[in-house]
């Protein structure tokens, strides 16, 4: 009897540690991407199919060149308007015959003690010509 209960018990809290980590979730983003006709600007929007993954995004503007690329400004995305809408704009000296990209950083936006993961994104490289 005394056997029973404890593999009984095993297996109870075997089953109940399979529904937590089951809670976790991953959600996809992407953001859209363009250079302002002057050279002051990169700007874009994220999308994601969960809301709590659009706003308050760190977005980092990258220049390529051989070697490491260059970090040239970041945005946090629908700040400082504050509504969610997944905007951002970074303001830069942007150079004429360059290429740049933008990077979405990963977010966790679940409760304490679960991973709810909003995925990070690259976009292309983008030529900025003026």
Known sequence: ???TLVVGCALV???GTGAALAHDARYRTSSS???ATGPDAALGSISSSNAGCVKG???KLHMV???RDALVGRD???VP???GDGYWTVQANLRSGKRYYAKVQKKNIGPRGHEHICRGYRT???????
Not at 125 to 130: D, E, L, S
């Open 1 to 3: 009897m005394r056997r």
């Open 13 to 15: 809290a075997l089953i």
């Open 33 to 35: 991407f363009g250079l």
């Open 57 to 59: 995004r760190t977005v």
């Open 65 to 67: 060149r051989g070697g």
């Open 76 to 78: 946090r995305s629908g």
């Open 81 to 83: 308007s504050g509504n």
């Open 124 to 130: 292309s490289a983008v030529p900025f010509t003026f």
